[in-house]
């Protein structure tokens, strides 16, 4: 009987650990804090798969080394780009299908400049367009930049908590 118990709690405690992680994935295969060398061996794993990643009626983006962004050898974030340089009629069409692709993923938008569809318009001081994923644990920044007829669309994936704590650190 006693044997039995600790079967039970074995089980219940790799459940809740399982649970744990799933909350921490930034971008699949991603987690938030993992260690850099992790990081950095999945993704040689899997670099044909982020070479062309598409998020919306023809939108394409790319996940590179410098996508990842550590801090203390711990990833913290992950930018993802447009694979190819835009013209400001692509870089908006671009912005338009990544938010729809987005929302019917269950993204929900939680920021938006009045012109965050608009790369000329908009004020570069503040944060384009903001995302959560349905769990609340997930923020994404997305914007465009660029200048002159050359233009990129960006995507960056914090852990909503990790960037609210920096967040209140900088007040």
């Not at 260690?35 to 598409?54: C, M, Q």
């Not at 929302?103 to 959560?132: H, T």
């Not at 990129?152 to 920096?166: A, G, I, Q």
Request: charged share 30%.
């Amino acid at each position: 009987m006693k044997l039995l118990k600790i079967f039970y709690t074995f089980i219940i405690v790799l459940y809740s650990l399982s649970l744990i992680g799933q909350d921490s994935v930034l971008y699949e295969p991603f987690e938030f804090n993992m260690s850099e060398a992790e990081v950095l061996d999945l993704f040689k794993k899997n670099r044909k798969r982020f070479k062309s990643i598409s998020l919306g009626s023809g939108t394409i983006f790319s996940l590179r080394k410098s996508s990842l962004n550590f801090e203390a050898e711990k990833l913290y974030s992950i930018t993802i780009w447009s694979k190819k340089n835009l013209d400001l009629r692509k870089a908006e069409a671009y912005l338009k299908n990544t938010r729809k692709h987005l929302e019917s993923k269950g993204f929900i938008m939680v920021y938006a400049q009045e012109y965050w569809d608009k790369p000329l318009q908009r004020d570069k001081n503040k944060p384009c367009i903001r995302f959560v994923n349905k769990e609340k644990n997930i923020l994404l920044d997305f914007e465009s930049r660029g200048q002159g007829n050359i233009y990129n669309v960006f995507l960056s994936y914090y852990n909503l908590t990790w960037f609210s704590d920096r967040v209140k650190l900088s007040r």
